[in-house]
């Protein structure tokens, strides 16, 4: 049965600055392809406030269908969640816990721990599971800033054999480093690209000897991909879907524009955060000499110096002046 009520929601609900950072942005991709698969489990990983959650869990509803939410650590709306959906199965394992033990899924969201570790182990623990009937696996950020870089939940969690240096500091689409002006992922991996480093890297990587296996990126929101199995029932309808969108050079372009104006502003945000608070700095100053007797006494030393002609008239020292100018006067 093919859903013909889209759910309402607010891809924004916890997304105040507007980075776009939830999944809940594809719905309108993700939707059509579980209407094509037809999957009665859907196992989300990183659930986190719910977001998509409270998507899929609108589409089991309508299905006989039950979401398997992974978070180790869910926020308070995605527990309320799922408490009052039924559909909704809350499992506070990390997910190379769960994902060893979970019965096999027709569909999988890997939306966690975005680094090469944990998505390599996340999709060989799906294989494993899966045998011959590989899922409908979608990922989040297979695009910048994580497509090529690692981000860490923890990184202790990482064996460190596994794990790149984390750089602490800000990003910005099309420069390797971190710097400290951009986009804020103070647990990212110093330097983007190379071998074992990302999201999307660890996904081909995989992939790379199973001609089974078709991988479909679609470059919005910080980019949506898809896995599945070139003989599965449904893989044509699937491929119908994404395959106009697979890296669509306008998408690209878009993204891009997106990310590049994002970055700029929360720079732009950085600047004049840091403009205001020398500003207060610099009025606290002017505030203290301007009660001081120091300063009394300069007032008083300029006016002489200008009645008795050794100083321009434009050198005097004023408190109403420095007053007005605290205040935004002339």
């Not at 980075?19 to 942005?25: C, D, F, L, T, V």
């Not at 800033?145 to 981000?151: I, K, M, N």
């Not at 420069?175 to 002006?181: A, E, K, L, T």
Request: glycine share 8%; with cysteine; hydrophobic share 45%.
């Amino acid at each position: 049965m093919t859903s013909t009520r889209r759910p309402v929601f607010d891809p924004y609900l916890h997304d105040p600055a507007q980075w776009g950072a939830s999944m809940a942005h594809h719905a309108e991709l993700l939707l059509p392809c579980l209407d094509a698969v037809a999957p009665r489990t859907i196992v989300e990983v990183g659930a986190l406030m719910g977001d998509l959650t409270r998507v899929l869990a609108h589409w089991a509803g309508e299905h006989g269908a039950r979401v398997v939410a992974v978070d180790p650590v869910p926020g308070k709306s995605l527990v309320a969640l799922a408490e009052e959906r039924p559909e909704i199965e809350l499992d506070r394992r990390v997910s190379l816990e769960a994902l060893a033990d979970l019965p096999p899924a027709e569909a999988i969201v890997l939306d966690g721990d975005h680094n090469y570790y944990t998505v390599a182990n996340e999709l060989r623990l799906i294989a494993e599971a899966a045998g011959d009937a590989f899922p409908f696996v979608m990922f989040h950020d297979v695009c910048w800033p994580h497509g090529r870089r690692d981000d860490y939940y923890a990184a202790e969690q990482i064996p460190e054999a596994d794990r790149h240096p984390v750089g602490g500091g800000k990003l910005v689409p099309g420069d390797p480093g971190v710097y400290d002006y951009g986009l804020e992922y103070p647990r990212s991996a110093a330097r983007e690209g190379g071998p074992r480093n990302g999201v999307l890297t660890a996904i081909e990587d995989f992939a790379a000897d199973r001609d089974d296996l078709r991988l479909v990126v679609v470059p919005a929101f910080f980019g949506f991909g898809a896995l599945w199995d070139r003989g599965a029932p449904w893989a044509d309808a699937v491929a119908a879907i994404l395959d106009p969108l697979d890296r669509n050079p306008i998408l690209e372009r878009l993204e891009a524009n997106r990310i590049r104006h994002l970055a700029a502003a929360h720079a732009r945000e950085g600047e004049l955060t840091e403009l205001r608070l020398r500003q207060a700095r610099m009025e606290g100053v002017l505030r203290r000499q301007i009660g001081s007797s120091a300063f009394s006494v300069a007032q008083a030393l300029s006016k002489l110096r200008i009645r008795l002609g050794v100083a321009p008239a434009q050198s005097e020292i004023s408190k109403a002046e420095n007053r007005r100018a605290l205040e935004g006067g002339g």
